[in-house]
C-alpha cells in the first residue's frame, strides 16, 4: 500500500534493527484518514470471505481493526493484556510472549464475544514474531470459530512472524513489508514484477 509506505518513509523512526517507531501515525497519534485507508484495504484483500468478526488486541490495534470492521459492518473486539490471571469460567485466555517487551501477557477475551459460527478476521499493527496473531488465532479456535485471516499493517519480513503463520496454515495480508531495518533505514520487500 503506497500511502502507507510513504507514511513510513516519512514518519517513522528506526529504534534499532529490530524496532521501528510510528508513533505519528499508529502507535500513540492516530491518522484518522490513513485509518480509514488501510481500513478499506483489509476489505478489499478480504472480501467475499464471510467474515462476522474482527478481533485484535489492544492498544494499537484498535484503529485498524476497527476501520476493517466498519468496512465489512460487523463488531470489533479487542483482545485485553493482563498480567497474569486466575482461572475463569467466562473468558478465553492465552499466554503471549512480546520480544519487544520481553514480558509474556494473558491476553484474554470473553466468551460472550464469539461463537462458533464465526468467521474472524485478525487485524494487528505490527507482525514481528508472530506471537500476538497466533494468540489471538488460538483463542478464536477455543471458540470453535473459524480464522477467516490475519490482516497486518506493518510486517517485518526479516522476522520469523509471516512464516510461522503460514506454517500454522492461516492466510496472512500484510499492507507493508519491511525487509530491514539496517543502518537506521527503513527498505521494504520489493515484490516481482509479473
Ligand atoms: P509479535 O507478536 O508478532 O512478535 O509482535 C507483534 C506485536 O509486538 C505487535 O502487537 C506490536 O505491538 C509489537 N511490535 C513488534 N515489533 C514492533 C515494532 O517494530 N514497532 C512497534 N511499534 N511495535 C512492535
Same mark, same amino acid.
Not at 508513533?23 to 484483500?45: I, Y
Not at 490482516?151 to 503460514?166: L, T, Y
Given at each position: 500500500? #503506497?500511502?502507507?509506505?510513504? #507514511?513510513?518513509?516519512?514518519?517513522?523512526?528506526?529504534?534499532?534493527?529490530?524496532? /521501528? $517507531?510510528?508513533?505519528?501515525? /499508529?502507535?500513540?497519534?492516530?491518522?484518522?484518514? +490513513?485509518?480509514?485507508?488501510?481500513?478499506?484495504?483489509?476489505?478489499?484483500? &478480504?472480501?467475499?470471505?464471510?467474515? %462476522? #468478526?474482527?478481533?485484535?488486541?489492544?492498544?494499537?490495534?484498535?484503529?485498524?481493526?476497527?476501520?476493517?470492521?466498519?468496512?465489512?459492518?460487523?463488531?470489533?473486539? &479487542?483482545?485485553?493484556?493482563?498480567?497474569?490471571?486466575?482461572? =475463569?469460567?467466562?473468558? *478465553? @485466555?492465552? $499466554?503471549? *510472549?512480546?520480544? %519487544? $517487551?520481553?514480558?509474556?501477557?494473558?491476553?484474554?477475551?470473553?466468551?460472550?464475544? +464469539?461463537?462458533?459460527?464465526?468467521?474472524?478476521?485478525?487485524?494487528?499493527?505490527?507482525?514481528?514474531?508472530?506471537? !500476538? !496473531?497466533?494468540?489471538? !488465532?488460538?483463542?478464536?479456535?477455543?471458540?470453535?470459530?473459524? @480464522?477467516?485471516?490475519?490482516?497486518?499493517?506493518?510486517? #517485518?519480513? &526479516?522476522?520469523?512472524?509471516?512464516?510461522?503463520?503460514?506454517?500454522?496454515? *492461516? =492466510?496472512?495480508?500484510?499492507?507493508? =513489508?519491511?525487509?530491514?531495518?539496517?543502518?537506521?533505514?527503513?527498505?521494504?520487500? %520489493?515484490?516481482?514484477?509479473?
Amino acid at each position: 500500500m #503506497k500511502l502507507l509506505q510513504d #507514511k513510513v518513509l516519512n514518519e517513522g523512526i528506526v529504534l534499532s534493527d529490530q524496532v /521501528l $517507531k510510528v508513533d505519528s501515525f /499508529l502507535n500513540h497519534q492516530m491518522d484518522p484518514v +490513513l485509518m480509514k485507508e488501510v481500513g478499506r484495504e483489509f476489505a478489499r484483500l &478480504f472480501e467475499g470471505e464471510g467474515i %462476522t #468478526k474482527v478481533l485484535t488486541i489492544e492498544s494499537s490495534g484498535i484503529a485498524p481493526a476497527i476501520m476493517a470492521a466498519l468496512e465489512f459492518e460487523v463488531p470489533m473486539i &479487542f483482545a485485553r493484556k493482563q498480567k497474569s490471571l486466575t482461572l =475463569r469460567e467466562d473468558i *478465553y @485466555v492465552e $499466554k503471549v *510472549y512480546s520480544f %519487544t $517487551k520481553q514480558q509474556s501477557n494473558d491476553v484474554t477475551v470473553s466468551k460472550k464475544f +464469539l461463537f462458533p459460527n464465526d468467521k474472524v478476521l485478525i487485524i494487528d499493527d505490527f507482525l514481528a514474531h508472530g506471537e !500476538a !496473531a497466533l494468540g489471538l !488465532a488460538k483463542i478464536v479456535e477455543q471458540a470453535g470459530a473459524q @480464522v477467516a485471516g490475519i490482516g497486518i499493517v506493518i510486517e #517485518k519480513s &526479516f522476522q520469523s512472524g509471516a512464516q510461522r503463520i503460514k506454517d500454522a496454515g *492461516y =492466510r496472512v495480508e500484510s499492507l507493508v =513489508r519491511v525487509a530491514s531495518l539496517s543502518e537506521g533505514k527503513v527498505s521494504f520487500v %520489493t515484490e516481482a514484477v509479473h
